[in-house]
């Protein structure tokens, strides 16, 4: 019942929104007072002209409107400034959640969810598409406010006196000297603003492209923690840019209109002496540029209800079953693992598909679904046991289904048939702790985070102490070339761990999860960037843990698993053959062929 109401739920932007109703409705609000100041404006103007036009002038009138209107420019000014700092605050603070719960969502999607999708379809739509759609929402208060103003106010200036152009030029050198000032300021804060943008980018490339070593280590939440801490810290850094620069641009603005307020009474005052023709007045006070602005923001307000259009069903197209997948977990939890694991009739064919949008005839707009474009049995009644404690090895050629097992096994892929089993239970059943601390697994191509060794090691285990933490780098042969480190383990290794080699990242990977001391530990390829040398000690440590921990790997190299219990040989999706390495070696050709071939 509660999965149906879940299901109801819509999520979209408006849930968002709503959180801050109050701070959006003081928004519009601020930003109306400041629109109906231009329109009382331009009306009080009007009227001080017509006092001081007709057969019998009243100046004295018209300096008094002209006074009313010089308090409406300073309030408009105040209403744009209020509306500026609301704006900077809850845009940052909703595009802080929009950032935060998208992050959270791409935790949840699955494996084959990502073999599905390029990296930038997730980076562009937790990073970017949430910054674009609160900025057009903006944009369209703004516009519209502009377009309804423009309508009531179209009038062209231009100024025909000396002595108002020698003020007006006064006041473009202060303007010029302002924008000088605020361009520095500005490329200040904006360095700083990108940095922090490139490290919840480059935080977000992280977390999608390490979701398996993420979801095999636990560290969903732990990594939730690091991705708030740093959408905040780019939300702080975000609104001291948007204030910083509002304050220049205020500043500059309200000197302007002030000085045009002055005009005007200048103006007057030139008309009282005689100085200034009406017509010359008129055209002083004029806006010239009001139906040039009218049509361009009437399509500015186009291009962003397009905007907004667009970014909420790429953003909320996360949360679509259909497409983005997520994870599925039981709610077993099982206090202790053994260690068994056991396939029972297991089927899985991979599947391709490819995303469109059509249109149906009973369908008003464009749907997007989604098409299988091929598909590809890889197994087929799939039945194998490991028993506990035990180190054992799937071999066969390239593209016999080794890789998959492990997918299976840890539950990266669901299979379409039969059961996955770990001390009797279908993982299907098991809640997603269970499942996550019985498995460590250590890919071909591990992901190493932007940390210092020792950090890498710590999200394994939080609470591991130094010698836990050297024993796990002895371990996994690592020890020498840490201590060739000036700061050792406090050493950063870059993102994704580009200060280290390929053999360095996979041999820290092995201690991560030594560390993690998981009853079931999975080595997919994970020799397989090491020398000779390295390939030999890892292999002693892989040894070494026999009879404590359910071992499985998947190699190529077959020299590297003469110790192991039991080698399973695949072929065709199959389990042909399994044994020690020495009873294959004398009865499977297939085997021999391969060790012989590996070893020229």
């Not at 369908?363 to 035990?390: A, G, H």
């Not at 190699?555 to 590297?560: G, K």
């Not at 999706?573 to 044994?579: A, E, L, N, R, S």
Request: hydrophobic fraction near 40%; proline fraction near 1%.
């Amino acid at each position: 019942m509660k999965n149906k109401q879940l299901k109801k739920k819509k999520i979209g932007l408006t849930q968002y929104l709503a959180k801050y109703k109050w701070g959006i409705f003081l928004y519009i609000f601020v930003y109306a007072i400041a629109s109906a100041c231009s329109i009382f404006m331009t009306i009080l103007a009007a009227n001080a002209i017509e006092k001081i036009s007709g057969e019998t002038p009243d100046f004295k009138w018209g300096m008094i409107l002209a006074a009313i209107v010089l308090g409406l420019t300073i309030l408009q000014r105040g209403c744009w400034y209020a509306s500026g700092w609301i704006y900077s605050k809850y845009s940052a603070k909703i595009m802080s959640d929009l950032n935060l719960d998208l992050a959270k969502q791409a935790f949840k999607l699955n494996s084959k969810t990502y073999n599905d999708h390029e990296t930038g379809t997730f980076v562009q739509r937790i990073v970017s598409d949430p910054e674009r759609i609160v900025e057009s929402l903006a944009n369209i208060v703004d516009f519209m406010t502009e377009i309804i103003s423009a309508i009531i106010m179209i009038i062209y200036i231009s100024t025909l006196d000396p002595w108002v152009a020698l003020i007006f030029v006064g006041t473009i050198i202060i303007g010029v000297a302002l924008e000088a000032k605020r361009i520095v300021v500005r490329r200040k804060n904006r360095k700083d603003l990108r940095a922090k943008n490139d490290k919840i980018n480059s935080l977000t490339t992280e977390i999608v492209r390490s979701e398996k070593d993420i979801k095999s280590l636990g560290l969903e939440e732990k990594l939730s923690e690091v991705s708030k801490e740093n959408y905040n810290a780019y939300r702080k850094a975000r609104i001291k840019f948007d204030i910083t620069d509002m304050n220049f641009w205020s500043l500059r603005n309200i000197i302007v209109e002030i000085v045009g307020a002055l005009v005007v009474i200048f103006g007057i005052w030139q008309m009282n002496l005689g100085a200034m023709t009406l017509g010359t007045f008129m055209i002083i006070y004029s806006n010239r540029g009001s139906l040039r602005n009218l049509i361009w923001d009437v399509g500015a307000v186009a291009n962003s209800f397009v905007d907004i259009k667009v970014c909420h069903e790429r953003m909320f197209a996360l949360f679509d079953e259909k497409e983005f997948v997520t994870e599925k977990f039981g709610k077993k939890k099982l206090d202790k693992i053994v260690g068994e694991v056991e396939f029972k009739n297991v089927s899985y064919t991979f599947k391709e598909y490819e995303f469109e949008e059509i249109s149906k005839e009973n369908l008003k707009k464009k749907k997007r679904e989604r098409k299988l474009v091929s598909e590809n049995q890889i197994f087929k009644d799939l039945s194998f046991k490991i028993v506990p404690n035990t180190t054992v090895a799937f071999v066969g050629k390239s593209g016999s289904g080794k890789s998959t097992i492990l997918n299976l096994m840890s539950k990266m892929y669901d299979s379409d048939g039969g059961e996955v089993l770990i001390d009797g239970n279908d993982i299907k059943s098991l809640n997603k702790e269970t499942l996550r601390k019985a498995i460590s697994l250590v890919n071909q191509f591990p992901y190493i985070f932007d940390m210092t060794i020792k950090e890498n090691l710590l999200l394994a285990k939080s609470n591991a102490t130094d010698e836990e933490i050297n024993e796990a780098i002895r371990k996994a042969s690592l020890e020498d070339f840490v201590s060739t480190l000036p700061k050792g383990i406090e050493t950063k290794v870059g993102e994704s761990g580009i200060k280290l080699s390929g053999g360095q990242k996979q041999r820290l990977a092995i201690a991560r999860a030594l560390l993690r001391n998981s009853p079931i530990i999975i080595f997919d390829e994970s020799t397989s960037s090491l020398d000779n040398f390295a390939q030999e000690e890892v292999k002693k440590s892989i040894d070494s843990l026999k009879g404590q921990s359910t071992i499985v790997i998947v190699a190529h190299r077959l020299s590297t698993i003469k110790n192991v219990d039991k080698i399973f040989f695949l072929d065709n999706g199959q389990i042909v053959d399994d044994g020690t390495f020495e009873e294959l070696f004398e009865r499977n050709q297939k085997f021999k062929a391969m060790f012989l071939a590996e070893n020229v």
